[in-house]
């Protein structure tokens, strides 16, 4: 074994309990980065599913000039035959197609406009938790049926209950004036006022008629098993689709850039907690070191004295903090991991959380999401910045003289 490193061993376990509350102070702080980092990972993941199949889902096929200009004309025909086509190629139910229009909706008593989206009800339910958000009624059972569902609250603005009809007014694709009338068979509360207020699902087969679509549609709804999952399930659709020069698979992010704007003002602000329980941490190993090169100026003088350079002494305090460092982080990311791996089987909740995802038809616990990143960005940059707080220890022993260190007390 290296000198340097037999005697940075050594020097440590002068004082135990010294060195054992600054390598606790590590252990902690890694093990809590490390569950802290993959519980918010784990979050993410969960916001970004729920906000994503309560309606847009992880990818759309759409034409190329609807995301930018979301008007009836930009469809594409044949929606159902691609929708079948990327569900056979794909091996996933996970695949609706939809229609997209806005209405003027009239009930007795009142009338309000809103967004009428035509769904395949066999499919739907595999792409959107909506048709699970059915409170009052049911959802449809045929694609041709003259039905609809509505929010909560939009049924109480219009005063009107399961079976109730209403009355459809608006513009067909070719321009045309689009009217029907439909039967309330169920009423949905997603928990959000906007959603619950301007959204109502009609089957496909019917809004396809009723606005003139022929066989078309606006888009396909696609979901991946999983989120990592998406990137491959996207290069995969763009295949299936190459022929179609008009048709764009846009990914969530593109689909909802706000979702991934909001996840980086909240990394960045629990970043800001964590900073300081790291700065905490370089300031105890500061603390530490300092101290130990104290109480030793007289051994550095002699040692000094005897011919050994500063360089060769620096490089001795930053041993002794590389080796506490290294056993910080082995251990608490170790306990860290361990404590996420058991939470990622069983689940996290705290108190109040079953009843709130009751309510909004969330999961009622989350799950810790376990990566490399997740395991190693908060005890790596605990050991880095505690590698940085030995340096001016180590640099006062380059302003050592060994006389005046000789006879200090």
């Given at each position: 074994m290296n000198i340097t490193l037999r005697m940075a061993w050594r020097n440590l376990w002068r004082h135990k309990r010294r060195t054992w509350l600054t390598i606790g102070a590590m252990i902690f702080s890694n093990l809590l980065l490390v569950f802290l980092i993959s519980l918010q990972f784990g979050s993410y993941r969960m916001m970004i599913d729920n906000t994503l199949k309560s309606y847009i889902g992880h990818m759309q096929v759409q034409h190329k000039a609807y995301n930018d200009d979301p008007k009836i004309r930009n469809s594409f025909d044949a929606v159902i035959p691609l929708a079948n086509e990327i569900r056979r190629q794909l091996g996933s139910d996970m695949v609706a197609a939809r229609g997209v229009a806005f209405a003027m909706t009239s009930s007795e008593m009142r009338s309000y406009g809103l967004q009428i989206t035509g769904v395949e009800p066999e499919f739907e339910a595999k792409v959107s938790t909506l048709p699970g958000l059915i409170k009052k009624g049911r959802y449809f059972t045929d694609i041709?049926?003259?039905?609809?569902?509505?929010?909560?609250?939009?049924?109480?603005?219009?005063?009107?209950?399961?079976?109730?009809?209403?009355?459809?007014?608006?513009?067909?694709?070719?321009?045309?004036?689009?009217?029907?009338?439909?039967?309330?068979?169920?009423?949905?509360?997603?928990?959000?006022?906007?959603?619950?207020?301007?959204?109502?699902?009609?089957p496909l087969g019917y809004f396809q008629s009723l606005f003139t679509m022929g066989d078309g549609g606006h888009n396909i709804v696609i979901n991946a098993a999983d989120l990592p999952l998406v990137t491959a399930v996207q290069q995969d659709v763009r295949n299936i689709i190459s022929q179609h020069k008009e048709l764009v698979v846009l990914d969530w992010n593109v689909l909802q850039p706000g979702l991934q704007q909001a996840i980086q003002a909240d990394m960045a602000s629990a970043w800001f907690m964590y900073a300081v329980l790291i700065v905490l941490v370089a300031f105890s190993v500061l603390n530490t070191q300092l101290m130990s090169v104290l109480e030793r100026t007289r051994e550095f003088g002699t040692m000094m004295a005897l011919g050994v350079k500063p360089v060769r002494l620096g490089s001795l305090v930053i041993t002794e903090t590389f080796i506490m460092s290294s056993l910080g982080l082995a251990i608490g990311a170790a306990i860290g991991t361990a404590l996420a791996y058991y939470l990622s089987i069983v689940g996290f909740s705290y108190p109040g959380m079953e009843e709130m995802a009751g309510k909004f038809n969330l999961p009622d616990r989350m799950y810790p999401s376990l990566s490399p990143l997740s395991i190693l960005l908060g005890p790596g940059i605990v050991f880095f910045c505690s590698l940085l707080a030995s340096i001016y220890p180590a640099l006062r022993l380059f302003f050592l003289h060994p006389v005046s260190a000789m006879r200090a007390v």
């Amino acid at each position: 074994m290296n000198i340097t490193l037999r005697m940075a061993w050594r020097n440590l376990w002068r004082h135990k309990r010294r060195t054992w509350l600054t390598i606790g102070a590590m252990i902690f702080s890694n093990l809590l980065l490390v569950f802290l980092i993959s519980l918010q990972f784990g979050s993410y993941r969960m916001m970004i599913d729920n906000t994503l199949k309560s309606y847009i889902g992880h990818m759309q096929v759409q034409h190329k000039a609807y995301n930018d200009d979301p008007k009836i004309r930009n469809s594409f025909d044949a929606v159902i035959p691609l929708a079948n086509e990327i569900r056979r190629q794909l091996g996933s139910d996970m695949v609706a197609a939809r229609g997209v229009a806005f209405a003027m909706t009239s009930s007795e008593m009142r009338s309000y406009g809103l967004q009428i989206t035509g769904v395949e009800p066999e499919f739907e339910a595999k792409v959107s938790t909506l048709p699970g958000l059915i409170k009052k009624g049911r959802y449809f059972t045929d694609i041709n049926a003259e039905e609809i569902i509505i929010g909560s609250v939009l049924a109480r603005n219009l005063r009107v209950d399961v079976g109730d009809e209403l009355t459809l007014l608006g513009s067909g694709r070719d321009g045309s004036f689009a009217a029907g009338v439909v039967i309330v068979t169920g009423i949905f509360e997603s928990g959000v006022a906007d959603i619950d207020r301007s959204m109502a699902q009609v089957p496909l087969g019917y809004f396809q008629s009723l606005f003139t679509m022929g066989d078309g549609g606006h888009n396909i709804v696609i979901n991946a098993a999983d989120l990592p999952l998406v990137t491959a399930v996207q290069q995969d659709v763009r295949n299936i689709i190459s022929q179609h020069k008009e048709l764009v698979v846009l990914d969530w992010n593109v689909l909802q850039p706000g979702l991934q704007q909001a996840i980086q003002a909240d990394m960045a602000s629990a970043w800001f907690m964590y900073a300081v329980l790291i700065v905490l941490v370089a300031f105890s190993v500061l603390n530490t070191q300092l101290m130990s090169v104290l109480e030793r100026t007289r051994e550095f003088g002699t040692m000094m004295a005897l011919g050994v350079k500063p360089v060769r002494l620096g490089s001795l305090v930053i041993t002794e903090t590389f080796i506490m460092s290294s056993l910080g982080l082995a251990i608490g990311a170790a306990i860290g991991t361990a404590l996420a791996y058991y939470l990622s089987i069983v689940g996290f909740s705290y108190p109040g959380m079953e009843e709130m995802a009751g309510k909004f038809n969330l999961p009622d616990r989350m799950y810790p999401s376990l990566s490399p990143l997740s395991i190693l960005l908060g005890p790596g940059i605990v050991f880095f910045c505690s590698l940085l707080a030995s340096i001016y220890p180590a640099l006062r022993l380059f302003f050592l003289h060994p006389v005046s260190a000789m006879r200090a007390v």
